[in-house]
């Protein structure tokens, strides 16, 4: 096993965005449970070094393809494109309107303190960042479409920032 | 009569040697050691059959240092030479302390961390700490009847990287091998799982003396996954005992009070709130040193008013850690209650009610820690057989940074990531001809590094002159799997390689660690060095059994027959030096059987990847 080998190669699953989160989940496991310093809390130094590069590296791997987001910038990157460079800040003009309306939206609800509305958008903004997911998953793997497939991430990244946004909002309400 | 013993059928031939490890919780207001004996975790009394040791210590001017219950009886007549609650000031500054003047001690205002004043010399937590180390060491090596292997010793689970580090640094002043440090609810997870076989997402509220930690657990046959923890490392039934306090002094209209009168004060304060837990209404005498006579009746209604908004201030952690866990409170099976404090019952009404089940608390609050870190000791120590142990995943509770343009943070490893972690980042410089870069770690979830905890500063220097933006500085933060973190920066723009690694600054280094050992009066010079020779005996015993379990296991598969020759030599090496008398011989040897073994560890473990996702592979068929 090559400790440089790629994410998916690791947990000796198919190179494709499309995974079984629960096959993922066991190989994890079965990985960890053999380098995790933990194992080697009572060996030698050299040991215990290279266990915790192991233990490092299969928690990144599983952290970056656990998450859909993560997942398809790492595929991209496989195929040399670094989707999140500052070359590509241009969004297509319906999803800027779009961006500026949800924005607006959670602005006016975190202003309102209206903890309702707040919950609604992120239910609205988990059922968009689902659809775009699929749509992601045919760029990816039916069509090896990378250019249409990094405009995807590029969207589901902001999707993600503004549900975090939301979130913070929520918990500054409640806790004044 | 001494049983012969017998290896189980397939096993090493070898006896199987059960290697002494404790679990111990250093607590605010009370500490504990535990282990596993015949597979079952017990906590360790002392010879009067006390379990707890009061984290109380009391210093002498003549050096004298007592611990436990003798130092807390006289603490009111001692107040600023009897140290309690200890832990609250660990890796804390005194500008950390917020009203230095509600406790009854002298403090100096030492660099990275505050000291007390007493009459034996000023303290620093770390030597205090250790202190309550040494009497728990001691007792577990007379009780268990041997030298420790290690000791696994619990933090709060919010504890920042300072507080970790000073812990650290105490056990290591104590002279306990640290295995690991745990979180407190972890460990309080760990054995409430293994009693009752508890499957699916529970949550374990732990309120001490000092400190709150939440943490939201996934239970699975042999794996113990932390989702998310938070918290409030100043938190804890002291702060109730503080509130009863200003009560009685109010109610009282008492004038200024002296240190003794005060700690006098607090006693009763938390003597009532004890109180409480059973009873409807609690009084409070006392005759104050002026003359002044308290007399009051605390009716259980008028302590929950007071305390109210100090419950509240658990349950916004609480809503915390099931967010950042993305979970509901209906979807948690279990609560498990953990702390001394967890017996008030408006704490137990408030929490039932926020997760709309009723918590549990058929594990003693005071003992489950200890029982869960003893358990883990167990493992670590690789007592228990390999399929008869668990994997344990725990996160780091505060997101780590770097400290940017204009004072911003910028997060490198965010809250509730799993341990160890590594990540990198860029950074760029921002003028011509820059040739160093100083940066300033810093850990917190704010957005204004004046609000985050300050690790450590460290500066780049011999970057090769370019024009700004043109040098790629790469800074890697590493964080090892008790929680603590070390930085690395290295310029790659040019592939000059420019690095410097660095541990946040409240840690002591070994050298001061060291010289506090040399200070310490408890050793003669002798002791110091028969302790120095035992530890690397313990060291160097413990890598050649490592080392011969792996050349039986792997040797014939993965080694040359020269290679199993040079290893075999080394472990003789190694035992020769063993049995002499020279400490620093047998630490060569140590280290140079660890550089023998580099490769063959590395195979090893490529060979154990390979196998785990070969089986993987055999289950999905």
Redesign the interface.
């Known amino acids: 096993?090559d400790f440089h080998a790629n994410h998916f190669r690791l947990?000796?699953l198919p190179t494709l965005f499309r995974l079984d989160a629960g096959?993922l989940e066991?190989?994890y496991?079965?990985?960890?449970?053999?380098?995790?310093?933990?194992?080697f809390?009572?060996?030698?130094?050299?040991?215990k070094r290279?266990?915790?590069q192991?233990?490092?590296k299969v928690?990144?791997a599983?952290?970056t393809l656990k998450k859909p987001l993560t997942r398809g910038a790492y595929l991209l990157q496989l195929q040399g494109m670094d989707v999140f460079s500052e070359k590509h800040t241009a969004f297509p003009p319906a999803f800027l309107m779009q961006q500026m309306e949800w924005r607006e939206a959670v602005g006016d609800a975190r202003q309102a303190r209206n903890t309702g509305a707040l919950d609604r958008l992120s239910r609205e903004l988990r059922d968009e960042t689902k659809r775009l997911e699929s749509e992601l998953a045919s760029q990816l793997d039916d069509m090896q479409d990378y250019e249409a497939a990094a405009a995807t991430v590029r969207k589901m990244k902001f999707m993600h920032k503004l549900i975090e946004e939301i979130?913070d909002a929520?918990?500054e309400i409640?806790?004044v | 009569m001494a049983l012969l013993q017998i290896s189980e059928p397939g096993m090493s031939t070898a006896p199987h040697q059960h290697?002494l490890a404790v679990g111990i919780d250093l607590g605010t207001t009370n500490s504990l050691v535990a282990s596993v004996r015949s597979g079952i975790a017990r906590v360790l009394d002392d010879i009067q059959g006390r379990s707890l040791v009061p984290s109380v210590v009391r210093y002498h001017a003549d050096g004298k240092v007592e611990v436990g219950f003798e130092a807390q009886i006289r603490q009111s007549d001692d107040p600023h030479n009897t140290i309690v609650s200890v832990k609250r000031f660990m890796g804390r500054s005194l500008a950390d302390l917020g009203d230095p003047g509600r406790f009854p001690y002298k403090f100096v205002d030492a660099p990275g961390m505050v000291q007390l004043q007493t009459a034996a010399g000023n303290k620093s937590p770390v030597e205090v700490s250790a202190d309550i180390l040494k009497v728990l060491r001691d007792r577990a090596e007379r009780s268990l009847g041997g030298d420790l292997?290690?000791a696994v010793i619990t933090v709060p689970a919010y504890f920042d990287d300072a507080q970790r580090q000073a812990t650290k640094d105490a056990a290591k002043l104590a002279g306990l091998n640290i295995?690991?440090l745990l979180n407190e609810p972890t460990a309080a997870a760990i054995a409430y799982g293994l009693d009752n076989a508890a499957e699916g997402v529970y949550a374990v509220y732990d309120l001490g003396g000092g400190t709150f930690d939440v943490s939201i657990l996934k239970l699975t046959r042999?794996?113990f996954e932390v989702l998310s923890t938070n918290g409030d490392s100043a938190l804890g039934g002291d702060d109730f005992d503080q509130r009863v306090f200003c009560w009685i002094v109010e109610q009282s209209r008492l004038t200024p009070l002296n240190a003794k009168d005060t700690r006098l004060l607090l006693t009763r304060a938390r003597e009532a709130k004890e109180q409480l837990t059973e009873h409807d209404e609690a009084r409070i005498t006392a005759l104050l040193s002026t003359g002044e006579l308290v007399d009051l009746n605390l009716t259980t209604a008028k302590f929950n008013e007071i305390t109210a908004n100090l419950v509240s201030k658990t349950l916004?952690p609480t809503?915390?850690a099931l967010?950042d866990a993305g979970l509901a409170a209906d979807e948690v099976k279990g609560v498990v209650m953990v702390g001394g404090a967890t017996r008030m019952p408006c704490i137990r009404h408030a929490v039932g009610e926020f997760f709309g089940q009723t918590p549990l608390t058929n594990l003693d609050p005071d003992k489950v820690v200890a029982l869960g870190a003893a358990m883990?000791a167990d493992?670590?120590?690789?007592n228990r057989k390999q399929d008869d142990d668990w994997?344990?995943?725990d996160v780091i509770p505060l997101s780590l940074g770097l400290e940017t343009m204009g004072g911003l943070t910028e997060k490198v490893i965010p809250r509730n990531?799993?341990?160890?972690?590594?990540r990198a980042q860029e950074f760029t410089t921002f003028k011509d001809g820059q040739t160093a870069m100083s940066f300033h770690v810093v850990q917190g979830e704010r957005e204004l590094v004046s609000d985050c905890r300050s690790l450590a500063k460290f500066e780049l220097r011999g970057i090769p002159p370019m024009v700004a933006g043109a040098a790629r500085i790469r800074v890697t933060f590493?964080v090892?799997?008790d929680g603590l973190l070390s930085v690395s920066a290295r310029e790659l723009g040019t592939g000059i390689e420019a690095a410097i690694t660095v541990k946040p600054s409240y840690g002591l280094s070994d050298d001061e660690i060291a010289g506090m050992l040399n200070d310490a009066n408890a050793f003669a010079e002798e002791d110091m060095k028969a302790r120095a020779l035992n530890e690397q005996r313990v060291d160097g015993n413990?890598?050649v059994q490592?080392?011969r379990a792996a050349l039986e296991q792997d040797g014939e598969a993965l080694l040359s027959l020269e290679e199993r020759a040079a290893i075999r030599a080394g472990i003789a090496d190694l035992e020769q030096r063993i049995a002499a008398e020279d400490h620093l011989a047998i630490k060569r040897a140590v280290?140079s059987?660890?550089?023998a073994?580099?490769d063959f560890?590395?195979r090893?473990?490529?060979a154990?990847?390979?196998?785990?996702?070969r089986?993987?592979?055999l289950?999905?068929l």
């Open positions: 096993m947990f000796d096959e066991t190989a496991r079965k990985l960890q449970n053999e380098v995790h310093p933990d194992r809390a009572a060996a030698g130094e050299a040991e290279l266990s915790m192991w233990a490092t928690n990144e599983f952290q979130g929520q918990e409640e806790t | 290697r292997v290690g295995l690991r042999g794996l916004a809503r915390k967010r883990q493992v670590l120590a690789g994997l344990l995943l990531t799993t341990i160890p972690v590594a590493q090892d799997a413990s890598l490592a080392t280290e059987l660890n550089e073994t580099g560890a590395a090893r473990m490529d154990s990847v390979k196998k785990a996702l089986g993987h592979k289950n999905e």
